[in-house]
């Protein structure tokens, strides 16, 4: 077993810290030039390899990082090759001493094809393959002279798997659960939902008859007037077996009691009453949000990036040139999201006529292929003279660096976590047309809890599009009010990872933590 040392070597340093100014030549699957100190502890971890995963789980390697620890990042196979087609050798190779980057197959089939992967072939593939993979790969950073052993394990609580196969080896072993606490906490409940025979659904008709409007006011720390049309749409089934329902059973049930602790990328005053029943089930729990720019500045370690995308450049420029503050409608529906071609019509249609400015990012992956793609994006005849000067349409963009521009006014988002985090951390209220999973307690959430939102129909047609825009856009009370929360919980959220902040106290107790056992 690893023997416990006092407390982390090095407490956090700025950017600029000699410790980490020497680049590395040293490629991602190279040993680390300089021999790292034996007593170093050194966490290796492991997110689900999807966009919304690798990004907040970058942002904590950073901050684990700068406070002294041995990191090892893993990237499937298939993102590491993302990542260097579109971002280059300097996204994923060790800028710093102490911080490497590793690959192990994600049990998919090889492909080159840079567009999100099937999300349910992926669990169901790295659930299968990855224990074995990451099991060698442990053995072998421990062979790897120079490096010190592994004493930890931070993995993704979509990776379940790997606390046992961490447990197994003798390792400290965490989950790292990226959705929001109400998210987490309706999962926790997934459970509850089956034994209480909500789930599965007695046969299709329960998708559209109104049981999706049953209420569910028995769940502690949830708000009261929840429905069942709020929960993860993962419970959406008719089948007992369905693969989504029963991972995410077993990740609550089994997986995340058997790790040592859990971590949550969100903050105290934003999901108290949610993180307080949380804690009461699983009593380690480290609350470390906003993992954003305060805990993990941008100076920091600069060239790695986990955008499986190039961001498109003109964003900030065309943001500049805006006049007025507050004045950009920014549309973006994140990594997973597909839309059909009508939807897109609608949605420009919509834009256009709500006369505000905007930048629409429409990922080249994102409008589904209904067989009669001509290869030209799905938007109105004469669209783009149309909104010449005032609509700018890219494939990705740095979103935190677009959420945080003065003109950027509001965001119309499918309420992934991190986006609905970084429009809370960016102050800016938001429409919401969720698509899946917990995106849907999230809408529900910022809507009716942190009353920074307003939800759009699922088959929202271009006069909603137009109304919602020029509602959130507009001078009236309740864009206003929408405003003024927004700028609260951004306050809150920069109190949290400030110094004693709520956040700051949890990472520090979690580095305390893990540094206690060494190499
Ligand atoms: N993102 C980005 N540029 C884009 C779209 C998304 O940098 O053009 C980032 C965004 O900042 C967030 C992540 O990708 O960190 C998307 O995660 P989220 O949980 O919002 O949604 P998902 O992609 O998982 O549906």
Redesign the pocket.
């Known amino acids: 077993m690893p023997a416990p040392i006092q407390s982390p070597a090095v407490f956090f340093q700025p950017a600029e810290s000699a410790r980490h100014t020497r680049a590395s030549k040293s490629m991602a699957m190279a040993p680390s030039s300089k021999p790292a100190k034996t007593t170093t502890p050194h966490i290796l971890l492991l997110p689900y390899p999807?966009?919304?995963?690798v990004?907040?789980f970058l942002r904590l390697a950073k901050a684990l990082h700068a406070r002294g620890l041995h990191v090892t990042f893993v990237h499937t196979e298939h993102n590491h090759g993302r990542l260097l087609r579109s971002r280059g050798l300097g996204a994923v190779t060790g800028a710093a001493d102490g911080f490497r980057f590793e690959t192990i197959p994600d049990g998919l089939p090889r492909s080159e094809h840079d567009a999100t992967q099937d999300i349910w072939a992926l669990c169901e593939a790295t659930r299968r393959a990855c224990p074995a993979h990451l099991r060698e790969l442990v053995e072998r950073l421990g062979r790897t002279e120079g490096v010190p052993p592994v004493t930890c394990v931070v993995a993704d609580g979509a990776m379940g798997f790997a606390v046992h196969a961490a447990k197994d080896m003798g390792l400290l072993a965490y989950l790292f659960f990226?959705p929001s606490a109400c998210g987490f906490l309706c999962y926790l409940n997934f459970d509850q939902l089956v034994k209480r025979g909500y789930v599965p659904f007695r046969d299709e008709s329960y998708f559209t008859n109104g049981y999706l409007d049953s209420p569910v006011d028995w769940i502690t720390g949830m708000i009261s007037n929840l429905r069942l049309r709020d929960f993860p749409t993962f419970i959406r089934t008719t089948d007992a077996d369905d693969v989504m329902l029963t991972i995410n059973i077993k990740q609550c049930e089994l997986d995340a009691p058997a790790a040592d602790g859990i971590l949550l990328n969100t903050y105290d005053d934003l999901e108290r009453a949610a993180l307080d029943a949380i804690r009461e089930r699983l009593p380690n729990t480290f609350v470390l949000g906003p993992l954003g720019p305060e805990v993990s500045p941008p100076s920091y370690l600069p060239s790695l990036t986990s955008?499986l995308?190039k961001?498109d450049d003109r964003c900030v420029a065309w943001l500049d040139a805006q006049a007025a503050d507050c004045s950009v409608m920014y549309v973006?529906f994140?990594?997973?999201?597909v839309v059909t071609r009508d939807q897109m019509v609608e949605f420009a249609r919509g834009l256009a006529d709500a006369g505000s400015p905007f930048l629409w990012?429409v990922?080249p992956d994102m409008v589904r292929d209904d067989g009669d793609d001509d290869g030209k994006m799905p938007v109105p005849d004469g669209f783009a003279e149309e909104v010449a000067g005032r609509g700018l349409m890219v494939g990705?963009?740095?979103?935190?660096a677009v959420l945080g521009h003065r003109a950027t006014g509001g965001f119309l988002?499918?309420c992934?976590?991190?986006?609905?985090l970084?429009s809370l951390c960016a102050g800016v209220p938001m429409l919401c047309w969720p698509?899946f999973s917990e995106?849907v307690t999230n809408c529900r959430y910022a809507c009716e809890e942190w009353g920074v939102g307003v939800q759009m129909p699922r088959e929202a047609g271009r006069g909603e599009v137009e109304a919602a825009v020029r509602e959130l856009m507009g001078d009236g009370d309740k864009a206003a009010a929408m405003r003024r929360k927004a700028a609260e919980w951004k306050e809150k959220a920069v109190r949290a990872v400030a110094a004693g902040g709520s956040s700051q106290r949890d990472l520090k107790r979690f580095v305390d933590e893990i540094a206690r056992v060494k190499g």
């Open positions: 999807a966009q919304g995963h990004n907040p990226t955008s995308w961001e973006n994140g990594s997973i999201t990012v990922r990705w963009c740095d979103q935190e988002s499918h992934g976590w991190n986006s609905t970084e698509f995106q």
